[in-house]
């Protein structure tokens, strides 16, 4: 399966031909020892890398082209130089190592889809990012395959907003291609942006008290009620109950309206304490379904959205005076302070083609009185 690890597929072929996966790797060297957790237990996303002979080998047994494999198994000739001049001469060898290391993060496969694709409902591991976790034919999220003693997936058809959040990214995806991609910051980056803004708001939504939809959510998946596990699940299924904010926080960010409205609110390039009632903050509560968040956000003082704003702003203006958020200054991207998150705005601004002329806010007059 196309992604899939190489550890995983190797225990795959040796089901096939009705072996024992530790018996098959038996008879192979090893540079290294297999990863496990604290308590002893073995990873579940550990990874090998082959050397050449080993690749050989694999092919032969499961009659596939060693070029197929490159492009199935993301792990697929990678570091064969650390493997080489190791162990016995002739003798295949090659290293573990833990995936999330080789190539990014590990998840769990659907097992209905492998049983499609296989003829039986076998474990598959693969390299899966945070936007890859939705199975959309059978309603499961993939859960992280680097934890210990979690499991497999989350059941979804009680929450078919995630779902339908999934085939909702495809199409910011192909805004995020045609826009940002322009400017240098790939949908990898823009999800990055908001996965974060959102995990902060996950962190304080235990205080909010008008908050309804995450706790739903959170209980569907935990299969009825998370009861007296409440805290684990709430660890446990994040990613799955923030989905679908996250893919509408990153259609915001890409939305040339709101950025319109946060230029407007900023003040247009005068210096103007951002107002908590204001358009942006009003358009961006109301896009993740909860119309009263807007004042409860422009509270925060600093995070990933703060930075972006103040990044994003800073570049339409062009003297990186940024936006003012609780009377306070919030640096641009032209002062260096934002990090990625200041990068991936002010690549977002650049792809919708619009800033400001120079004089508009008075860069010159910015940096001379200390307007901003």
Same mark, same amino acid.
């Given at each position: 399966?196309?992604?899939?690890?190489?550890?995983?597929?190797?225990?795959?072929?040796?089901? &096939?031909?009705?072996?024992?996966? #530790?018996?098959?790797?038996?008879?192979?060297?090893?540079?290294?020892?297999?990863?496990?957790?604290? !308590?002893?237990?073995?990873?579940?996303?550990?990874?090998?890398?082959?050397?050449?002979?080993?690749?050989?080998?694999?092919?032969?047994?499961?009659?596939? %082209?060693?070029?197929?494999?490159?492009?199935?198994?993301?792990?697929?000739?990678?570091? %064969?130089? %650390?493997?080489?001049?190791?162990?016995?001469?002739?003798?295949?060898?090659?290293?573990?190592?833990?995936?999330?290391?080789?190539?990014?993060?590990?998840?769990?496969? &659907?097992?209905?889809?492998?049983?499609?694709?296989?003829?039986?409902?076998? +474990?598959?591991?693969?390299?899966?990012?945070?936007?890859?976790?939705?199975?959309?034919?059978?309603?499961?999220? !993939?859960?992280?395959?680097?934890?210990?003693?979690?499991?497999?997936?989350? #059941?979804?058809?009680?929450?078919?907003?995630?779902?339908?959040?999934?085939?909702?990214?495809?199409?910011?995806?192909? +805004?995020?291609?045609?826009?940002?991609?322009?400017?240098?910051?790939?949908?990898?980056?823009?999800?990055?942006?908001?996965?974060?803004?959102?995990?902060?708001?996950? %962190?304080?939504?235990? !205080?909010?008290?008008?908050?309804?939809?995450?706790? +739903?959510?959170?209980?569907?998946?935990?299969?009825?009620?998370?009861?007296?596990?409440?805290?684990?699940?709430?660890?446990?299924?994040?990613?799955?109950?923030?989905?679908?904010?996250?893919?509408?926080?990153? #259609?915001?960010?890409?939305?040339?309206?709101?950025?319109?409205?946060?230029?407007?609110?900023?003040?247009?390039?005068?210096?103007?304490?951002?107002?908590?009632?204001?358009?942006?903050?009003?358009?961006?509560?109301?896009?993740?379904?909860?119309?009263?968040?807007?004042?409860?956000?422009?509270?925060? #003082?600093?995070?990933?959205?703060?930075?972006?704003?103040?990044?994003?702003?800073?570049?339409? &203006?062009?003297?990186? &005076?940024?936006?003012?958020?609780?009377?306070?200054?919030?640096?641009?991207?032209?002062?260096?302070?934002?990090?990625?998150?200041? +990068?991936?705005?002010?690549?977002?601004?650049?792809? !919708?083609?619009?800033?400001?002329?120079?004089?508009?806010?008075?860069?010159?007059?910015?940096?001379?009185?200390?307007?901003?």
């Amino acid at each position: 399966m196309r992604g899939e690890t190489t550890w995983s597929f190797v225990g795959r072929v040796a089901g &096939c031909y009705g072996l024992d996966v #530790d018996a098959l790797a038996g008879r192979w060297q090893w540079v290294t020892y297999r990863p496990r957790h604290g !308590s002893g237990a073995r990873r579940a996303d550990a990874e090998v890398i082959l050397d050449t002979a080993r690749q050989r080998t694999l092919a032969r047994l499961c009659r596939v %082209e060693e070029g197929v494999l490159a492009r199935a198994l993301p792990s697929w000739g990678r570091e %064969e130089d %650390e493997v080489a001049g190791w162990g016995t001469a002739g003798m295949p060898q090659g290293m573990w190592r833990v995936g999330g290391a080789v190539v990014g993060p590990v998840a769990f496969g &659907c097992r209905l889809c492998a049983a499609r694709r296989t003829g039986g409902p076998v +474990r598959v591991v693969r390299y899966a990012a945070r936007w890859e976790r939705v199975c959309v034919r059978h309603a499961r999220w !993939s859960l992280d395959a680097d934890a210990d003693g979690v499991p497999e997936h989350l #059941d979804l058809r009680e929450v078919p907003e995630v779902v339908e959040a999934q085939r909702w990214w495809a199409g910011v995806v192909r +805004r995020a291609v045609r826009r940002a991609v322009r400017a240098g910051v790939d949908p990898g980056e823009v999800f990055g942006v908001a996965w974060a803004v959102v995990c902060r708001w996950w %962190e304080s939504a235990l !205080s909010w008290e008008r908050e309804e939809i995450w706790p +739903r959510r959170l209980h569907a998946v935990a299969g009825g009620d998370a009861g007296g596990d409440f805290l684990w699940w709430r660890v446990v299924g994040r990613d799955a109950v923030v989905f679908p904010e996250v893919v509408a926080v990153a #259609d915001a960010l890409l939305d040339p309206v709101m950025a319109e409205r946060l230029w407007r609110d900023g003040g247009a390039g005068w210096p103007r304490t951002l107002p908590s009632d204001g358009a942006f903050y009003r358009e961006l509560g109301e896009r993740v379904g909860r119309p009263w968040l807007g004042p409860v956000i422009a509270a925060e #003082d600093g995070g990933p959205l703060i930075a972006w704003m103040g990044a994003a702003t800073a570049w339409r &203006c062009g003297c990186g &005076c940024g936006v003012r958020v609780g009377g306070r200054p919030v640096a641009g991207a032209a002062g260096g302070s934002t990090g990625d998150h200041g +990068r991936a705005a002010a690549g977002l601004w650049a792809g !919708s083609g619009r800033r400001a002329a120079r004089g508009r806010c008075g860069a010159r007059r910015c940096r001379r009185r200390n307007a901003c």
